[in-house]
Nanobody, 122 residues
């Protein structure tokens, strides 16, 4: 059974950092694109970042460019999101996703995790 489990969320002050992790299990994800999306209260789910199967290509939403870094460790079936200089508007539930189809941003995500809450206080 495919499973994605996020961790690393929490409460942080503005300007602080968090590192999210997503552990994938059930099969190898070394050929999948992986990504992070988020959903703030009262808003739809939005793209944050994706990374290709090799880690050689990454995409970021404008909101996170220069502050967020996505990376992966295929040996551990894990993808990370390092978030620096956090802002209150980054507050959201962050979801991990995997996509074996080659999608990069639009329509990305075949498998989804349950999400981890990130709260940034001002």
């Amino acid at each position: 059974q495919v499973r994605l489990v996020e961790s690393g969320g929490g409460l942080v002050q503005a300007g602080g950092s968090l590192r999210l992790s997503c552990a994938a299990s059930g099969r190898s994800f070394s050929s999948d694109g992986m990504g992070w999306f988020r959903q703030a209260p009262g808003k739809g789910r939005e793209f944050v970042a994706t990374i290709s199967w090799s880690g050689g290509t990454t995409y970021y939403a404008d909101s996170g460019k220069g502050r967020f870094t996505i990376s992966r460790d295929n040996a551990k079936n894990t993808v990370y999101l390092q978030m620096n200089s956090l802002k209150p508007e980054d507050t959201a539930v962050y979801y991990c996703a995997a996509d074996p189809r080659g999608a990069t941003i639009k329509g990305f995500g075949v498998h989804w995790g349950q999400g981890t809450q990130v709260t940034v206080s001002s």
